[in-house]
């Protein structure tokens, strides 16, 4: 025990017969104090570390759902978390930094939003068809279908 | 609109294969389009016009197809008499 433990004990030990008993359950209280302290520490420890996993599981699911593959991006320079944070948190996909090249990021593309590693085929519509004789030297009656292949060794033939 | 009186056997052929391939995609078309109306509207004349050749080829030539040997005017089953498609001398692996 220090000195001020020690000084605090006098000051509180007021009984008549001046006997240690008072110090004693100083000491006593002084113990039980510390270890709630301890215990609410570690409680609250337990407590930051079920929040920062329970965070971490959503950004996972969150991240997983996210359709925009620019929220992985990270802007170079910018030490703002929003940088690198999903888009799927915020409709607001312009870096608050000013300073940040992600601020001037805005989303022009017709693909933005949509997953990585998917095929897209859009619907087709019905309209005019080539000549039937045509159609079957092409392949296909629907111009719009008819994609003859025009590369030839690394360079376009036609 | 060919002649059907005096058919060309080979263009009669040709146009059959045409009209054919042009029914086989449209069938590809309507598998994803059911109610395109003005497609189905072509799919029925083309589907005609293919009954219609198909006819009048068996008629003059021999049946093509299972489903045209009726079509034939001769006494005898010319689906095994006619040459076959490999056979026609001015149609190499045609089929």
Redesign the interface.
């Known amino acids: 025990m220090d000195s001020s433990y020690m000084n605090d004990g006098r000051m509180n030990a007021c009984s008549p017969c001046s006997c240690n008993q008072s110090r004693r359950m100083e000491d006593l209280r002084r113990m039980d104090n510390r270890r709630r302290v301890d215990a609410s520490r570690r409680m609250d420890d337990r407590r930051r570390e079920e929040v920062s996993r329970r965070m971490d599981d959503r950004r996972c699911e969150v991240e997983s759902r996210c359709m925009n593959d620019k929220c992985r991006e990270e802007a170079p320079g910018c030490k703002d978390e929003r940088c690198r944070e999903c888009s799927c948190q915020t409709d607001d996909k312009r870096c608050p930094d000013k300073s940040c090249p992600m601020g001037k990021f805005e989303p022009f593309d017709k693909t933005d939003g949509l997953a990585l590693a998917m095929a897209y085929v859009p619907w087709?519509c019905?309209q005019d068809?080539f000549d039937?004789?045509k159609?079957?030297h092409v392949g296909?009656?629907?111009p719009e279908l008819c994609k003859p292949f025009c590369g030839k060794r690394g360079v376009r033939q036609c | 609109m060919l002649d059907l009186c005096q058919p060309n056997q080979k263009e009669l052929l040709?146009r059959i294969?045409?009209?054919s391939?042009?029914v086989y995609?449209?069938l590809l078309?309507l598998d994803?389009?059911p109610c395109?109306q003005?497609?189905l509207d072509?799919t029925r004349k083309l589907v005609e016009e293919r009954k219609l050749l198909l006819e009048t080829y068996a008629k003059f030539f021999g049946p093509l197809t299972a489903d045209s040997t009726a079509d034939s005017c001769s006494d005898s089953w010319l689906w095994v008499l006619q040459p076959w498609p490999w056979e026609l001398p001015d149609k190499k692996g045609r089929c």
């Open positions: 087709q019905y068809t039937l004789r159609g079957l296909t009656i629907f | 040709d294969d045409e009209v391939f042009a995609d449209m078309y994803t389009h395109d003005r497609a072509d």
